[in-house]
């Protein structure tokens, strides 16, 4: 794997952990994204070094490795659909709670409510 | 209340919806052998969707679809399961291919792979989806009323 | 024989076409179980007949492996295939029979035979790309049925468990891309084959990185956390099956993956150590709980636990133990949360404090809970025990002293909060709220179930012999080879 490509998807990997512990819905969504590019790039990298387009055309050169790029066009397709998936689910949070934001676990509420008894 | 499109957007879509279903039609055929096929075609057939409901809203995609999205969905799903099944009928393997080789005279003469059948359902499935995106999520105001 | 593998998968996917199609429900009810009875009588077929004879490949396509997809039906496929084709007509006669599920959700029957093909194929797959595939098939399909009722109360924990999944998904991608560029393969038995020549420090970490992922699926110890809030929030039906199937996939490719591309010379302390947590700490999650379904949702990461013992042994008695184990468990949690929700059709709470005296009110429901219940916490002689007592076997031969130690103390306190479950909503006096009979249909299903879970515990030599032989067969690398049959 090339550094430029395991540096880019290293980046995009950090970057997209980084929005998803964030509060708000729309940023998770857009950090699960970048994730899932991170990987199809380590996907794409897997298959060596870039080559002729994997056609035999009787010419002998070498062929870069065809396997990745249909590995990587199938997760873009199905991450497109889960993503498409999850902004209706964020769209319709909001529509229900009127707010971008995570709540609190449903254990901790409950654990807060006991320590807290009333003071804050 | 209904906000009525611009008539540059009316009158665009008249001229851009047959021809984009007709790329997308073109592309679904010549995909086997040539860059295009079910998903590039169901995608652009879509766009032309999305393009109907920008100027006519959710009534103007409903009357153009003949049946329910999901049903178009279903019906996809069924053609693209019955060509892999096609392959365990003729006794060979579970989505195997076959070929009809067509000669017609004067017009010229096809082969027909069983992976266009498939095609045709991959397209069904994305026409049905991008619909059904479009009737559930497009223009909630629109909806809720 | 292929042929009936490949319709395995295939039966449930034109199951999803002709529900989308049909328009009417009673059509699309009478499509949807003679789909799911289909598949369960062709798992059957493919258990016995790959138990009495060789593996069965499939070669997608015509395409031999390493070059096409391979299905692979081995003994460990057929049983869970069988069983989980089980659970799910079970579980869907439960869903027709309460009526509402599928009414009000016009999309259940297409959805719940996606989440069956994708269960299949994750069976079935013998390469780890397909894995994937059918990973989120199955995935995707949950995300539908966990999110469609959701209000605003729970529209925060169904949404955990989607971003969950899809970092998992994610993180799996990358284990792919770093598998492929090690070995050159997706194929599973091939990439057994080649792991053995790459650095063992590669090799360790590309195997722990994919014990992660399918860990996040299966809820093991520091990974289970959004299991507990996510299930309860769904309708009983599809609680149920996520229950008794989803987790077990996860332990399905933990298992395979482990056995076939990272195998472990003696037991590993570290699995053990992990099985170990992850029980103690699932039944103490339950303790503390005082909602059925809640309670019942900590006891799956429980019992997660006990099946990753049996793998952490690395012994034919302990991986047998653990499948046997994983039998038992994909129909017994199933049952529960069904009688969990008799429990809440006829009150219409779950919760303890609200609900008592069901069993005077409704015996019928007390009867189908305690063989389910006594099952679970293993007391003979129900399924819960052959598994349990493997187990322990296991443990002892492989001189695992603590660890089934930690299991014994944690099958105790699964015994204590069943007993709560049956003191606080079995015995007393009846509530008001008790007011609504179960219908005749969910009873039904329900009991043919517990039926199920009788018969493994009836059937327990037979079903241990099966799953000696389908651990040997994992352990020695397989009676498949690349592209053969």
Redesign the interface.
Known sequence: MSVVLAVTAGALVAAGTYLLLQRLLTRIVIGLGLIAHGANLVLLGSGGPPAAPPVIDGSGAPISDPLPQALVLTAIVITFGVTAFLLALAYRSYLLTSSDGVEDDVEDRRIAGFAGGGST | MKVRPSLLVETGARTMVPTLLVVSAFLLVVGHDSPGGG?VGGLLAGGALLVVFLSGGRAAVTSMLPVPA??I??????TA??T??G??VFG??????GKLEIDAGWFGSWSVGSALLFDVGVFLVVVG?VST?LL??GD?EEREE | MTTVVSLLVAVPLVAVGLALVLPSLALRRAVSMAASLASLVLSVIVLVSVDGGDAISVAVGGWTAPIGIQLVADRFAGLMLAVSSTALFGVLAYAVGQRDTDDAFPAFHATYHALAAGVALAFLTGDLFTLFVAFEIMLTASYVLITHRSEAAQVRSTMTYVVVGLVASGLFLIGIGLAYAATGTVNLIEMADRLGDVDSGTRAGIGWLFFMVFGIKAAIFPLFFWLPDSYPTAVTPVTAIFAGLLTKVGVYAIVRTQTLLFPSDGPSTFILIIAGLTMVIGVLGAIAQGDIKRILSFHIISQIGYMIMGLGFFTVAGLAAAIVFIVHQVIVKTVMFLVGGLVETSSGTGRLRDVSGVLHRYPVIAVLFLPAALSLAGLPPFSGFVGKLALVQAGFSAGQWIVVGVSLFASILTLFSMTKIWAGAFWGSPTTNLTRRPGRAMVAATGGLVAVSLFIAFAGQPLLEVATRAAQDLLTGGAVTIGGS
């Open positions: 998903f999901g049903a969905l279903g019906a996809g799903i069924m399961v019955a892999a099944i392959g365990l060979r393997a579970l989505l195997d291919a989806l995106v559930q999520l909630p």
